[in-house]
């Protein structure tokens, strides 16, 4: 079927994308720091896909990390067909003025300069096949900024620039680019937003019902499903409940 890299794979949107690329015969290259994690994913795909799986640990802030690991994989991996930049994250909800510098780099360093990172090793290896789709994972909060999202909502706002950045300096390489824009989804993203505090994660997720991993899995796999000469630039989805990063309508 061809070989697919999903960042950030060791929960929620990465792990459903790996298991339904795996279900469907490809195999995965799969990241994230949690190498537990990672090992049991590689184990449970390979026993009941039968595909074969590449597991790399390392950090996407860190770019000596990123290089180290991509840049060692052996010659037939890098026939990557489909790269999801997946990996990310929310730090904290605060109001400008009360925000953690700390919650900023990280979100800066994970959500924009992490993609660029592994975007920088991976292009060039489907800019020499002249094939190749990347998945970006925005948000809705790259379309509206939302209370107390500022930074978050600005690293997603940078993800859909260089979504279309990428769409332009590509085309001449005929490597699709497609920015999935997903709302509410019940993860761990709210557990990482609110660091471990989980009923004020299950709070946010109260009195509607929020798209699933697999919902979003499904939607990145179908972008990826379509003839060669079509391409879904850009897409945003959301439970029936959400209208835009800022009305969910909790009734
Ligand atoms: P989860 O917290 O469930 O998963 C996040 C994944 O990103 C984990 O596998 C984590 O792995 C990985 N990750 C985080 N930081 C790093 C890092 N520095 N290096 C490597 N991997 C990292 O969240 P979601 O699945 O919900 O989020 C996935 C993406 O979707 C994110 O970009 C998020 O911003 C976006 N998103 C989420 C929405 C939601 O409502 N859930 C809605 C819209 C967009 P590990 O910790 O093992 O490194
Ligand atoms: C995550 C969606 O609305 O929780 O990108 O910020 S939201």
């Not at 195999?27 to 537990?36: E, N, Q, S």
């Not at 449970?44 to 790399?56: D, H, K, M, R, W």
């Not at 800019?127 to 790259?142: K, Q, V």
Request: hydrophobic letters at 45%.
């Amino acid at each position: 079927m061809g070989i697919v890299l999903i960042t950030g794979a060791t929960a929620g949107f990465g792990q459903a994308c790996a298991t339904t690329y795996a279900g469907k015969g490809y195999d995965v290259i799969i990241t994230g720091r949690r190498k537990d994690r990672l090992d049991a994913l590689q184990t449970q795909l390979t026993q009941e896909f039968g595909i074969n799986v590449l597991a790399l640990n390392f950090d996407v802030r860190k770019e000596e990390e990123v290089k180290a690991a991509l840049g060692a994989i052996p010659e037939k991996w890098r026939n990557i067909d489909i790269l999801v930049n997946n990996a990310g994250l929310a730090a904290g909800l605060n109001t400008i003025d009360e925000g953690s510098t700390a919650d900023w780099d990280a979100m800066i360093d994970t959500n924009v300069k992490g993609l660029l990172y592994v975007s920088r090793m991976v292009i060039p290896w489907m800019r020499a096949r002249t094939t190749g789709h990347i998945i970006n994972i925005g948000s809705t909060a790259a379309k509206h900024v939302y209370a107390k999202g500022n930074v978050y909502c600005a690293t997603k706002a940078a993800v859909d620039a260089i979504s279309q950045g990428m769409r332009i300096d590509l085309l001449p390489y005929r490597i699709k680019v497609t920015a999935i824009h997903p709302g509410a989804a019940e993860t761990e993203f709210s557990l990482v937003r609110f660091k471990g505090d989980e009923a004020k994660a299950k709070e946010f997720y109260k009195g509607f019902i929020p798209l699933s991993a697999q919902d979003v899995a499904d939607v990145v796999y179908y972008c990826t499903s379509l003839p060669p000469h079509v391409c879904i630039n850009d897409l945003v989805l959301t439970p029936l409940q959400q209208a835009n990063a800022y009305y969910i309508d909790k009734n």
